[in-house]
Nanobody
Framework: QVQLDESGGGLVQAGGSLRLSCAAS????????MGWFRQAPGKEREFVGA???????IYADSVKGRFTISRDSAKNTVYLQMNSLKPEDTAVYYC?????????????????WGQGTQVTVSS
């Protein structure tokens, strides 16, 4: 049973930073790509970024240069470092896992999902 547990969300002022964590358990993740998505109220879930387990990330244009994905393979954990946060970054952030060495931007390509963590950026 694959389990993804996100943490690190919270309330931050515009211009601030947060680091989200996604701890994966249940099996080896050496062949998994991991993604981050977010969903704001009344909006569809959107791609934020993704990383192959071997390294190498891709990002949505809206977060490129501000957000960075990294992973600690020994801890089976993926991180989303968010800097220069804006009010429009406010959303529930979800971690997702995909049994593939390739990262993907479409939510339908991910088999496993975490429960989400709320990020609120005040102006």
């Amino acid at each position: 049973q694959v389990q993804l547990d996100e943490s690190g969300g919270g309330l931050v002022q515009a211009g601030g930073s947060l680091r989200l964590s996604c701890a994966a358990s249940g099996r080896s993740f050496s062949n998994f790509a991991m993604g981050w998505f977010r969903q704001a109220p009344g909006k569809e879930r959107e791609f934020v970024g993704a990383i192959r387990w071997s390294g190498g990330g891709i990002y949505a244009d809206s977060v490129k240069g501000r957000f960075t994905i990294s992973r600690d393979s020994a801890k089976n954990t993926v991180y989303l470092q968010m800097n220069s946060l804006k009010p429009e970054d406010t959303a529930v952030y979800y971690c997702a896992a995909r049994l593939s060495i390739s990262a993907a931007t479409n939510a339908r390509d991910y088999e496993y999902w975490g429960q989400g963590t709320q990020v609120t950026v005040s102006s």
